[in-house]
T-cell receptor, first 112, second 115 residues
Framework: DAKTTQPNSMESNEEEPVHLPCNHS???????IHWYRQLPSQGPEYVIH???SNVNNRMASLAIAEDRKSSTLILHRATLRDAAVYYC?????????????FGPGTSLSVIP | EAGVAQSPRYKIIEKRQSVAFWCNPI?????LYWYQQILGQGPKLLIQ????????DSQLPKDRFSAERLKGVDSTLKIQPAKLEDSAVYLC?????????????FGAGTRLSVL
């Protein structure tokens, strides 16, 4: 079973900010929070990741709760190209390898 | 930098036939993953290689699925014989080492239809 839970779907208006939530109540101290997105007919692509502090990159921002049991992916200005399925997964960097488990993700629709 | 290459993009076969998929990871990436993605679901890890050794194949149906990564570079995934429930997109991903070792780069996938 996935170690994260996300809403099945969300809607956003174009050019407005989008906040995509993820719960990971059983997160361990060595788990990084990763976000990927999958555009139609493509493989998933990496978006952002973080451990404890909030992170920003050219694609998005990641806000991590102080207790690390939840996080939020923030798209500052949604465009039609952001319509995709967004996956939140945990990666344990303390092991030589870790089992990667994707849940069903959140399907984001962007309304023009 | 070239991405993860997969072929073919599409494949249609009848049940009980055999099929093979090919993946060429990003140059220098030691870890290679094969995923199965059924419509409406997230990707499910089938097998993970570290160089040419298997580190996780716990979800690979070994009675019909096999995978190899000779010389630690490209990889093939085979299904023999195929069943209707094998209809899915098969995704290959690779990751490197160091600080970004857990970031996976995915190919576009092979869409398999079993009739």
């Amino acid at each position: 079973d996935a170690k994260t839970t996300q809403p099945n779907s969300m809607e956003s208006n174009e050019e407005e900010p989008v906040h995509l939530p993820c719960n990971h109540s059983t997160i361990s101290g060595t788990d990084y929070i990763h976000w990927y997105r999958q555009l139609p007919s493509q493989g998933p692509e990496y978006v952002i990741h973080g451990l404890t502090s909030n992170v920003n990159n050219r694609m998005a921002s990641l806000a991590i709760a102080e207790d690390r049991k939840s996080s939020t992916l923030i798209l500052h200005r949604a465009t039609l190209r952001d319509a995709a399925v967004y996956y939140c997964i945990l990666r344990d960097v303390a092991t030589s390898y870790d089992k990667v488990i994707f849940g069903p993700g959140t399907s984001l629709s962007v309304i023009p | 930098e070239a991405g993860v290459a997969q072929s073919p993009r599409y494949k249609i076969i009848e049940k009980r036939q055999s099929v093979a998929f090919w993946c060429n990871p990003i140059s220098g990436h030691a870890t290679l993953y094969w995923y199965q993605q059924i419509l409406g679901q997230g990707p499910k890890l089938l097998i993970q290689f570290q160089n040419n050794g298997v580190v996780d194949d716990s979800q690979l149906p070994k009675d019909r699925f096999s995978a190899e990564r000779l010389k630690g570079v490209d990889s093939t995934l085979k299904i023999q014989p195929a069943k209707l429930e094998d209809s899915a997109v098969y995704l290959c991903a690779s990751s490197g080492q160091g600080a970004a070792k857990n970031i996976q780069y995915f190919g576009a996938g092979t869409r398999l239809s079993v009739l």
